[in-house]
């Protein structure tokens, strides 16, 4: 029996974030004084341990809380009435569970109890969970029991002791526990009467078993005790533990009809082990491909190593999903990172290993490769052979030497699915990742298939929200979900964080929003679409440095980056896992798409450029790029120089060998030079001169020559000397002056006037 659920009977009270006009610090009788009239109650919008809650300062001898709302009673309905509760200052008051019985008439009755035993507060952030039941009879377990005069009651909270004292309050809860009193009428299986002793000693698996055989649709009842249970148990009946199951980590708990978090939670006695388990049943029987984790958190103390958990395969093909609660990493010794420094060989020969390491079995999978000299962002450990003393890494090395010392740090994960040798189509979907400065988020399987992240956030990641070290993102889906950074107070320059990578193709990255990491996403691979994203990371700095918000680490990008706020930050392109950097034959820059964005920058030197090509090799060139109607602003600081530029740290472009380069039908606000391809750009010639000469540098896209000459168009007479029009058609060469950016018209006699040059720094296909 639950009223709630066959009767539609609301129980629950409204939320303290509803506001306090309901709450009486009296009876809770309609005529009482409220709340919300008082000014020692106020409601907590964002407590760290309750979320809203009420702060209630204790001025009275009793001080009462009471809901205004009543809340039914009725003969054989039990009620439990609980909270959590936790002292905040001043002296520690004693706390109980209370009920105001209210009869038929609507008035109190007299002469019956009204609250549970105290609770003693003794530390201050501490938080204690007071509860009592209410109802009609005196059965055993009942905290306050009351006789069939009464119909409603006014539950709340009763706080006694000195005065004073300062204590938050969780919302208060209602619910219909009758079950446990009136078994027989509920239809339930007690699997104490299948043979359960709960003494934590006996083997308890066959009454359980035997208890879900003889249930045929009534719900299993664990009562209070320790259950030891020696194999793989599935139950097929709805169950409820009030007791817990001391069960080896090997064997399996299957709830087919109970599938959710909390139950699981419940069996085990703990947040942690009651996920490990529940995620080992996910992968282990098919009536679902959902672990719905009912909005629960679970604090942990660990990290989850998800095919560690489930133990027995290391492939999975099959659709499974994971969502709906809050993962809080409350740290600990496990998520220390590894950090080891070794000798390493490498040759361009084999670009994806690292030879001759020598302590090979201390460096981890998943480790981050850092070295002084060429090694890109965002490489990792994916493999190694300890008999061959060889590393694999995820991407090759673009310039590294014959030998020296490499640096590997295995960051840990809240979620790690590292174990697995292939995990394909899973999702994480609204699941907030509370990783305090703790953690990384998420560390992928090597090899996988559509890994889907939804609707989650990524709150404060240790080093990284999610690591792709092998090969496990192809075709990876991540869709709204929010990356906070702690670093927000930090310069640009001084960050760390990167939001996530990607090593292989075809990835959608689709309506997500970051905030102040040093780079919110590393992208090897081609084929992406990203689209509909905000990312930012701006300082305080005057005039200060930016960083990449994006990066393109594939010289043909194959992606189309389209409608997204790119704010204080470049977007990136480079080749910098290429192992032979330089341009050989392979095909250069080409196939990215940047359409329609917002790329927005404050406070920044003129010479911040958002958009960067960074070629890590002499000879390579743009064949095929395009920037069309996107909006570039800057505010605050100094007017940008230009939007693009080619960084020649490592090596420059060959200006003149671009191709199919559509740059135009762009917005500029406060931008000198603004570039666009193909441009056209008035000529006024004022005195004759048989050679007129156009300087194309200013509008010429990331230093491009002034290849084609499309079109000279005159407006007006064009004249010689003496005035007299002149009927000559000119012609037109591209590529003069030492940079090759200027455009020369050439006359058959000196003229003077005007004239509008359509110029391209590409050679269209």
């Known amino acids: 029996m639950n009223k709630a659920i066959t009767e539609g009977i609301r129980l629950m009270p409204e939320p303290w974030l509803d506001g306090l006009d309901d709450w009486s610090n009296q009876d809770?009788?309609?005529?009482?004084?409220?709340?919300a009239n008082r000014t020692d109650a106020v409601v907590v919008p964002a407590d760290q341990d309750f979320g809203g809650c009420c702060e209630l300062s204790k001025t009275l001898d009793t001080q009462k809380i009471r809901y205004m709302v009543r809340t039914p009673v009725e003969p054989g309905c039990y009620l439990r009435v609980s909270a959590r509760v936790k002292a905040v200052s001043g002296p520690l008051p004693r706390v109980r569970a209370a009920a105001f019985p209210v009869g038929a008439d609507g008035a109190g009755v007299a002469g019956l109890p009204q609250g549970a035993a105290e609770v003693q507060l003794i530390a201050y952030g501490e938080v204690v969970e007071v509860s009592g039941i209410v109802g009609i009879g005196a059965r055993g377990g009942v905290d306050v029991a009351w006789d069939d005069r009464v119909r409603n009651a006014h539950v709340g909270l009763d706080l006694s002791g000195p005065n004073g004292g300062v204590v938050r309050i969780d919302d208060i809860r209602v619910e219909d526990v009758t079950g446990a009193f009136l078994r027989d009428m509920i239809a339930v299986a007690d699997v104490r009467d299948y043979g359960a002793?709960?003494?934590?000693?006996?083997?308890?698996?066959?009454?359980?078993?035997?208890?879900?055989?003889?249930?045929?649709?009534?719900?299993?009842?664990?009562?209070?005790?320790?259950?030891?249970?020696?194999?793989?148990?599935?139950?097929?009946?709805?169950?409820?533990?009030?007791?817990?199951?001391?069960?080896?980590?090997?064997?399996?708990?299957?709830?087919?009809?109970?599938?959710?978090?909390p139950t699981y939670i419940y069996a085990f006695g703990g947040d942690q082990e009651g996920l490990e388990r529940a995620v080992q049943a996910l992968f282990d029987f098919t009536d679902h491909d959902t672990l719905d984790m009912c909005g629960r958190r679970v604090e942990l103390t660990r990290p989850l190593d998800v095919q560690g958990v489930v133990g027995d395969k290391t492939t999975y093909a099959n659709?499974?999903?994971?969502?709906?609660?809050?993962?809080?990493?409350?740290?600990?010794?496990?998520?220390?990172?590894?950090?080891?420094?070794?000798?390493?060989?490498?040759s361009p020969s084999a670009p994806r290993e690292l030879r001759n390491v020598a302590q090979v079995s201390a460096i981890e999978v998943g480790s981050l490769v850092t070295a002084s000299t060429g090694v890109g962002r965002e490489v990792y450990v994916s493999g190694k052979s300890v008999s061959g003393q060889k590393l694999y890494l995820s991407q090759p090395l673009w310039g590294a030497p014959a030998s020296q010392t490499y640096t590997f740090r295995r960051f840990r994960y809240a979620f790690d699915f590292s174990g697995w040798a292939?995990?394909?189509?899973?999702?994480?979907?609204?699941?907030?990742?509370?990783?305090?400065?703790?953690?990384?988020?998420?560390?992928?399987?090597?090899v996988g298939l559509i890994f889907h992240v939804k609707d989650c956030f990524f709150t404060g990641p240790k080093d990284r929200g999610l690591t792709s070290h092998a090969?496990?993102?192809?075709?990876?889906?991540?869709?709204?979900?929010?990356?906070?950074?702690?670093?927000?107070?930090?310069?640009?320059?001084?960050?760390?964080?990167?939001?996530?990578?990607?090593?292989?193709?075809?990835?959608?990255?689709?309506?997500?929003?970051?905030?102040?990491f040093r780079t919110w996403a590393v992208m090897a691979g081609s084929g992406h679409i990203v689209t509909g994203n905000h990312f930012f990371q701006g300082d305080n700095t005057s005039l200060g440095s930016r960083t990449a918000g994006i990066v393109f680490a594939e010289a043909q990008a194959k992606t189309v980056f389209q409608a997204n706020y790119v704010d204080n930050c470049t977007i990136e392109w480079t080749n910098e896992y290429d192992p032979v950097p330089a341009f050989a034959s392979e095909l250069s820059f080409g196939g990215l798409q940047i359409l329609g964005n917002i790329i927005f920058s404050s406070n920044v030197p003129s010479s911040f450029a958002p958009l960067r090509i960074k070629p890590f090799g002499a000879g390579h060139y743009i064949n095929g790029l395009t920037v069309v109607g996107n909006t570039f602003k800057t505010i605050k600081g100094e007017a940008l120089s230009r939007v693009d530029k080619v960084d020649t740290s490592r090596a420059d472009l060959d200006h003149g060998r671009y191709a199919d380069v559509a740059f135009h039908s762009n917005t500029f606000h406060s931008v000198t030079r603004q570039a666009q391809n193909p441009v056209t750009v008035p000529l006024v010639q004022s005195s004759p001169d048989a050679t007129w000469d156009l300087d194309l540098t200013d509008?010429?896209?990331?230093?491009?020559?002034?290849?084609?000459?499309?079109?000279?168009?005159?407006?007006?007479?064009?004249?010689?000397?003496?005035?007299?029009?002149?009927?000559?058609?000119?012609y037109a060469a591209g590529k003069q002056g030492s940079d090759r950016q200027t455009v020369r018209i050439s006359w058959r006699k000196p003229v003077k006037g005007k004239v509008f040059v359509t110029a391209r720094c590409d050679a269209p296909t």
């Open 471 to 516: 090969e496990g993102c192809q075709g990876m889906l991540i869709d709204r979900c929010q990356f906070l950074s702690t670093e927000g107070g930090q310069d640009v320059g001084a960050r760390h964080t990167i939001g996530f990578n990607v090593n292989k193709n075809d990835c959608k990255i689709r309506n997500n929003r970051a905030v102040k």
């Open 28 to 35: 809770g009788l309609p005529d009482d004084d409220s709340y």
């Open 699 to 730: 509008y010429l896209p990331f230093g491009g020559e002034a290849r084609v000459v499309q079109a000279v168009l005159p407006e007006g007479r064009i004249r010689d000397a003496d005035n007299a029009t002149v009927w000559d058609m000119p």
């Open 319 to 346: 659709q499974r999903k994971i969502r709906n609660g809050q993962i809080h990493v409350v740290g600990g010794a496990a998520f220390d990172t590894d950090t080891w420094s070794e000798s390493c060989s490498y």
């Open 197 to 261: 002793r709960g003494d934590g000693l006996a083997d308890d698996t066959a009454a359980f078993r035997a208890a879900d055989a003889a249930a045929r649709g009534r719900t299993l009842l664990v009562p209070e005790g320790r259950y030891r249970i020696t194999d793989d148990l599935s139950l097929g009946s709805p169950v409820r533990f009030v007791g817990t199951l001391d069960m080896p980590a090997s064997k399996r708990l299957s709830l087919v009809r109970s599938y959710d978090l």
């Open 422 to 446: 292939n995990l394909q189509r899973f999702t994480l979907q609204d699941i907030e990742f509370l990783l305090a400065d703790k953690a990384s988020g998420i560390l992928l399987p090597p």
